[in-house]
C-alpha cells in the first residue's frame, strides 16, 4: 500500500489522455492540408477562419457559413462573445456550479454573474426565471450535455422550459456543446438550437474530439453578432491559427471523425463505469450525477465532509490532488462538490482515486489528521 500511495493521482484536468492523441493521423492530414492549401493556411486570412471548413461547419448544421466562426478554441470564442453581446456591470446567468474558465472569461470583463442552481436533470427554472425577473439577464450561459463539472445533461422539458422564458425575456442562450458528440449509451436531446435558433448561440470544438492543441473552435449563431465577434477576433489575432484549421478540415474530409468517435468512446466508457462503480462502492453516502457521457462525474459529499478540508487531507495524506471546487461556484456554497474527471486515468487508477478520496472523507468528518 505505501508504494502505491506514493504515486501522486491527479483527479484535477479535464483532459484527454495522450493514447487518446491521433497523432499519425494528424500527421497526415497536416501534410495533405499543406500539399493542397499551404498557400492559404500559411498566410494572414480573414478572421472568420479557413473557408472550406467554415463552410463544411456550417453545411452540416444547415445553416449559411457567415452563421459560423471559427476561432483558436471556443473558450475564446466565449470570452469575444461576451464583449460584444454585453457592457461592463451587465448581468450573465450561469449554471451553479459551471465552467471555471467561463466565469474567469466573464469576471475579466466585470460582468455581473448570478449562478442557478443545478438539478439531476439540468437548471432549476424557477431559480432561473427569479433571476432573469430580479436580474434582467442578456445572456445565459450554459453547458447542457455532459456539463462542465457534474455531468449532468438536461432533459428535453427542461430545455423547453428555458426556451420559454428566453423567449418572453429576449434572453440569448449560449449553448456550450463540446462534448455533445460524446455520448457512450441514451439518446440525443435536442440542442437549444434545434429547439430556439433565433435565441442561442452554439460553441463547440474539436479540442475533447480530436485534439486540444490544434485549437479549433467554433460559434454558431446570428450573423450580425458572429460578424461583431469576428471584428473583435481581427483586432486581437488578425487570423486564428489555420494550420489546425486545415488538418481539422483534412480530417473531416477523410472521414477520419466517426471512428475517432468510436475509439474514444470505447476509451472511456469502461473508465466512467469504473469511476460510478467505484463511487458505489467507497462512498455510499455521497450523490453523484449518471452521465452517459463526457468528461466528469460531479459528486456531492457525504453530509459533514467539507471539500476544502477533504482536498488537504486527500493530498497531505493520500497523494491525491483534486480540484479546487470554488471556481466552478459564480456564487453559493462550493463546499460538498467535488469534480471527478475520469477520461485522463485508466481503471485501476480510477479505482484507486475514489478509494483516497473516499479515506479522505473518512478522516475528515472524524476531525481531520
Ligand atoms: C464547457 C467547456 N467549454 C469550453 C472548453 C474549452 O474548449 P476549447 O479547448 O475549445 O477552448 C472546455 C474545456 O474543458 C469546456 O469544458
Given at each position: 500500500m505505501a508504494t502505491?500511495?506514493?504515486?501522486?493521482?491527479?483527479?484535477?484536468?479535464?483532459?484527454?489522455?495522450?493514447?487518446?492523441?491521433?497523432?499519425?493521423?494528424?500527421?497526415?492530414?497536416?501534410?495533405?492540408?499543406?500539399?493542397?492549401?499551404?498557400?492559404?493556411?500559411?498566410?494572414?486570412?480573414?478572421?472568420?477562419?479557413?473557408?472550406?471548413?467554415?463552410?463544411l461547419l456550417a453545411e452540416q448544421a444547415g445553416a449559411p457559413s457567415d452563421a459560423l466562426l471559427l476561432g483558436n478554441g471556443s473558450i475564446q470564442l466565449l470570452f469575444f462573445l461576451a464583449r460584444v453581446a454585453l457592457s461592463e456591470g451587465e448581468t450573465v446567468v450561469t449554471e451553479r456550479p459551471t465552467y471555471d474558465r467561463a466565469l474567469?472569461?466573464?469576471?475579466?470583463?466585470?460582468?455581473?454573474?448570478?449562478?442557478?442552481?443545478?438539478?439531476?436533470?439540468?437548471?432549476?427554472?424557477?431559480?432561473?426565471e427569479e433571476a432573469i425577473n430580479r436580474h434582467r439577464p442578456r445572456l445565459l450561459y450554459t453547458v447542457p450535455d455532459f456539463q462542465n463539472p457534474t455531468g449532468i445533461t438536461a432533459s428535453t422539458a427542461k430545455r423547453e422550459a428555458v426556451v420559454e422564458l428566453a423567449?418572453?425575456?429576449?434572453?440569448?442562450?449560449?449553448?456550450?456543446?463540446?462534448?455533445?458528440?460524446?455520448?457512450?449509451?441514451g439518446t440525443d436531446v435536442p440542442s437549444y438550437r434545434e429547439l430556439t435558433p433565433r435565441h442561442t448561440?452554439?460553441?463547440?470544438?474539436?479540442?475533447?474530439?480530436?485534439?486540444?492543441?490544434?485549437?479549433?473552435?467554433?460559434?454558431?449563431?446570428?450573423?450580425?453578432?458572429?460578424?461583431?465577434?469576428?471584428?473583435?477576433?481581427?483586432?486581437?489575432?488578425?487570423?486564428?491559427?489555420?494550420?489546425?484549421?486545415?488538418?481539422?478540415?483534412?480530417?473531416?474530409?477523410?472521414?477520419?471523425?466517426?471512428?475517432?468517435?468510436?475509439?474514444?468512446?470505447?476509451?472511456?466508457?469502461?473508465?466512467?463505469?469504473?469511476?460510478?462503480?467505484?463511487?458505489?462502492?467507497?462512498?455510499?453516502?455521497?450523490t453523484w450525477a449518471h452521465p452517459q457521457g463526457g468528461f466528469f462525474v460531479g459528486l456531492s459529499l457525504p453530509p459533514g465532509a467539507d471539500v476544502r478540508d477533504v482536498a488537504r487531507v486527500a493530498r497531505e495524506s493520500y497523494g491525491l490532488v483534486v480540484s479546487d471546487s470554488g471556481g466552478f461556484f459564480p456564487d453559493g456554497d462550493p463546499s460538498r462538490f467535488v469534480r471527478l474527471p475520469f477520461c485522463a486515468l485508466d481503471e485501476n487508477e480510477i479505482g484507486q482515486a475514489v478509494a483516497r478520496l473516499a479515506w479522505a472523507v473518512d478522516d475528515s468528518r472524524k476531525g481531520g489528521r
Open positions: 502505491e500511495l506514493e504515486r501522486i493521482i491527479k483527479l484535477t484536468r479535464g483532459v484527454p489522455p495522450d493514447e487518446a492523441l491521433p497523432c499519425e493521423l494528424v500527421g497526415e492530414c497536416c501534410a495533405q492540408a499543406l500539399a493542397d492549401h499551404g498557400e492559404v493556411l500559411l498566410q494572414y486570412n480573414p478572421a472568420t477562419g479557413f473557408a472550406p471548413l467554415r463552410e474567469t472569461a466573464f469576471r475579466t470583463l466585470r460582468l455581473n454573474v448570478v449562478g442557478v442552481p443545478m438539478e439531476d436533470d439540468g437548471l432549476n427554472v424557477d431559480a432561473l423567449q418572453r425575456h429576449d434572453v440569448l442562450i449560449v449553448e456550450d456543446i463540446p462534448y455533445r458528440l460524446l455520448r457512450y449509451k448561440m452554439q460553441l463547440s470544438s474539436f479540442s475533447k474530439l480530436l485534439a486540444p492543441g490544434l485549437r479549433v473552435g467554433w460559434a454558431l449563431g446570428d450573423p450580425a453578432l458572429v460578424a461583431r465577434m469576428a471584428k473583435v477576433a481581427e483586432d486581437a489575432y488578425i487570423t486564428p491559427g489555420l494550420l489546425g484549421q486545415g488538418v481539422v478540415y483534412e480530417f473531416l474530409r477523410r472521414g477520419h471523425l466517426e471512428p475517432n468517435l468510436r475509439t474514444l468512446k470505447a476509451l472511456y466508457t469502461p473508465r466512467l463505469e469504473a469511476l460510478l462503480r467505484g463511487l458505489e462502492r467507497e462512498l455510499p453516502e455521497g
